[in-house]
């Protein structure tokens, strides 16, 4: 009997072990349970998300399903404090064991098991933690889990086979999501520290170390207190692991928290409106006229057109996958490899920040001090107010929510004026306050906006791509997505089709003022200044004055309907505008995205060159999937970009953009053309240097918000110094290798006035345009 038992002992335990084994080798090869294939064990982080590289090398972004805003940093940039922290903290024995530490776990079944200590300490290591983060779901059944341990565990050992310690830590600490959208230890770090990985101190290294336990549980903005304690645990850990001596630990456990908190998401870093245009382009789809609302058929229009011509407009739709399915920016992994020059980038943003915010902007505050409609004109009625914040009240959310909920107009009236609690945008930082809805859309709308793009005109990389001062709080892109009146900024392409026709730069007008029979109505082009009025002038003069009579009288030489071609061919695709005199003072809507485009060609002998913002693709196994090729086309001949290249010099050398000289001290040879439109509603500046093509827009939201006189609300006042400081940073560079002796190439000697006496240019910047 005795014999018998043992013999049944045996058994059972050989049956339980040829169980087990074969119950492991089931889970190892994907038979029972879930696992993963290789490739997503190889590539665990970014088996779905996709990285956006800027042309350096950096990762300026992901896009995920989550919309998290996790950036991968290497362990070699990982501080060591941290990676101490973590292995006294979470798994002592990690460099021992191979995934599975089965003394933890021996400890924790017998202390928790049989004795049911709750402190006996978790025999989960950091392998088995990362490998549930990485693949482990929510458990629905009993069976599942019944298997979701041994799968851990399977997947930990498979994890070690194909990983070092090193990488494992770094795996973790990118993946793990520290609260408050710091997903991985990078933005964990800028997020409660405003610091890199590398340069957390012990004291802060603990801390996050700290929320690895339960980062809701020990919140450092929520529990300051219960996140303090939790960091001591962990200093304590890290002495018991001898990482620190018993000194140490008494120094940094009094310490305070001392967090430097900024919460982040997918809307912050550098190039936020960038990496969200490029995010609807590649995932654009087909355009369809009924999917646009009838006042925006425009825009049906434009985007045809980029499907047609543009192999990055609605790329994931129009290629597919291995398995016959469209490629998806949020689940396919892929690497996106940008033109952006992040530290370019970087200037531009620091550019347009340092006048708008913190020029531009005081100034118009100060000026609509005692204006009772601020932010919009004294000159508009009351009721003219009422009808623009009325609009802006229909095109809002709470609006469309209110309406699909069946409330009245009486009721959204009510709720649109009842104060409440909300976190409005400063320039200092986000502020709680109290406040009507209605009166947060006038609140937001006194703030200027802008837009600025740079890019190469030989090749068409856009180097820097800057959509508005918030991307957070004024999503809204006025850079491809923003249409505004251009005003003179218009009139190069005038000249440029007047240098077709046979003019010169050199060839003479009257500087009169003129009424033109249009359609037998009568048109008569004002021009605030007088300077020269009467006399004969050049065509050189006139566009360096930005002077309307000029620019209407070369107009009444040239045919209008011809012009509205010229301005296709320069890459402006509204199909709305219609040909007529007027037209050479710029009442057109264009976005900045292309008049930099079109402008590359006077600094490429004719050639406009597309932007392009994207150089390759990868998949996520690494192969190339795409590649993208300049595209350009012929718009003047070699002979009449020369032309302009002297026109537009001019304007820098002598003319409204004079100061670029005068004030800012920029060198070598730059043309550019400012423009104001009416009331000084728009204020723009576009300049070019042999390298470089780089445009500005700077107004309000409506166009009924603008600086009273024109002295502050000019072109060359309020975007001409943007593009001077980022050029001024541009320069200061040394490692992008851009050169103020760069020349355009015009032939040597070449004047296409050497005959005739020079004007002379009073330098005056514009007043009116």
């Known amino acids: 009997m005795r014999k018998t038992f043992i013999h049944l002992l045996w058994g059972l335990l050989a049956t339980g072990i040829i169980a087990c084994v074969l119950a492991f080798t089931a889970i190892w090869n994907g038979w029972i349970g879930y696992m993963p294939p290789i490739d997503d064990l190889q590539n665990p982080i970014n088996r779905f998300a996709t990285q956006v590289f800027s042309s350096d090398g950096k990762v300026i972004g992901t896009w995920n399903i989550n919309k998290e805003n996790r950036i991968v940093v290497p362990y070699s940039k990982i501080s060591p404090n941290l990676v101490k922290a973590l292995v006294a903290t979470e798994d002592v024995r990690f460099y021992n064991h191979s995934g599975i530490d089965f003394i933890a776990l021996g400890r924790a079944v017998i202390k928790r098991g049989l004795f049911g200590q709750t402190s006996a300490g978790g025999g ?10 990485l693949f482990s779901d929510v458990a629905h059944s009993t069976l599942e889990r019944v298997l979701q341990k041994p799968i851990e565990w399977v997947i930990a050992v498979k994890l070690e086979r194909n990983y070092t310690k090193e990488e494992i830590i770094a795996l973790y600490l990118n993946y793990f999501d520290f609260l408050h959208n710091a997903v991985g230890i990078k933005t964990a770090s800028n997020t409660y520290f405003d610091k890199e990985p590398s340069d957390l101190t012990i004291c802060e290294a603990a801390t996050l170390i700290g929320l690895c336990k339960n980062p809701s549980l020990f919140n450092p903005v929520r529990y300051p207190e219960r996140c303090v304690e939790r960091r001591n645990v962990v200093l304590s850990q890290m002495q018991k692991a001898g990482y620190l001596s018993t000194a140490e630990y008494n120094q940094y456990s009094d310490e305070p928290l001392a967090l430097n908190f900024h919460r982040m998401d997918h809307k912050d870093g550098t190039a936020t409106y960038f990496r969200d245009f490029l995010r609807r382009y590649m995932m654009a789809s087909q355009p369809n006229i009924n999917d646009y609302p009838s ?19 609605g790329w994931c739709n129009k290629n597919y996958k291995k398995d016959g399915t469209p490629y998806n920016v949020y689940s396919d992994g892929l690497k996106v490899y940008t033109t952006i020059d992040s530290r370019m980038q970087r200037y531009a943003e620091e550019a347009m920040y340092g006048h708008v915010a913190q020029y531009l902007q005081k100034e118009f505050d100060k000026s609509n001090l005692n204006n009772p409609d601020a932010p919009f004109s004294g000159d508009l009625t009351k009721q003219q107010v009422k009808d623009i914040m009325r609009r802006a ?10 309406k699909a909920h069946g409330a009245s107009d009486a009721e959204i009236d009510e709720s649109f004026r009842t104060k409440t609690e909300m976190t409005v945008f400063t320039y200092h930082g986000d502020i709680d306050t109290l406040m009507s809805p209605i009166d947060s859309i006038r609140y937001n709308k006194s703030f200027l906006r802008a837009g600025f793009m740079s890019m190469d005109p030989k090749n068409g990389y856009v180097k820097a791509y800057v959509g508005g001062m918030d991307f957070t709080h004024f999503m809204y892109d006025m850079v491809t997505g923003g249409r505004r009146q251009v ?21 003479q007008a009257p500087n009169v003022q003129h009424t033109y029979m249009v359609a037998g109505r009568p048109w008569t082009p004002r021009n605030a200044s007088r300077s020269r009025y009467g006399q004969m002038v050049t065509l050189k003069w ?35 505008i219609h040909p007529s005199m007027s037209l050479c003072l710029g009442p057109c809507d264009v976005s900045v995205a292309e008049m930099v485009s079109a402008y590359t060609t006077f600094a490429n002998h004719g050639i406009r060159t597309s932007p392009l913002f994207v150089t390759r693709i990868e998949d996520n196994e690494g192969n190339i999937v795409a590649r993208f090729q300049p595209r350009m086309n012929e718009v003047i001949s070699a002979e009449s970009a020369n032309k302009m290249l002297v026109l537009m010099q001019a304007v820098v050398d002598g003319g409204t953009a004079g100061r670029l000289r005068y004030k800012y001290n920029l060198e070598g040879e730059i043309g550019g053309k400012t423009g104001t439109t009416n009331n000084n509603s728009d204020a723009w500046f576009v300049g070019f240097t042999p390298q470089l093509v780089s445009g500005v827009w700077v107004g309000g939201e409506d166009r009924d918000i603008h600086f009273k006189n024109m002295q502050m609300g000019q072109g060359a006042t309020m975007a001409l110094p943007i593009w001077a400081y980022y050029m001024k940073k541009v320069y200061r560079d040394r490692s992008l290798g851009y050169d103020t002796q760069a020349k355009f190439g015009l032939p040597e000697g070449y004047n296409p006035c050497a005959n005739i006496p020079e004007d002379d240019f009073n330098g005056i910047d514009e007043v009116f345009e």
């Open 124 to 133: 989960s290591t950091i392998t088995q933690q990362l490998a549930k983060q």
């Open 295 to 313: 006042w925006n058929k425009v825009q049906y229009t434009i985007d045809s057109i980029a499907w047609a011509n543009d192999p990055l407009y």
């Open 393 to 402: 009240v229909r095109q809002s959310e709470r609006y469309r929510i209110l």
């Open 487 to 507: 005003g003179s900024t218009i009139k190069p392409f005038l000249y440029a089709l007047g240098m077709e026709n046979g003019f010169s730069p050199c060839d």
């Open 542 to 576: 006139g566009l360096s004055q930005s002077n309307n009579w000029i620019s209407a009288y070369l107009m009444s030489k040239l045919n209008p309907q011809q012009f509205v071609s010229t301005l296709h061919d320069f890459g402006i695709n509204n199909p709305d």
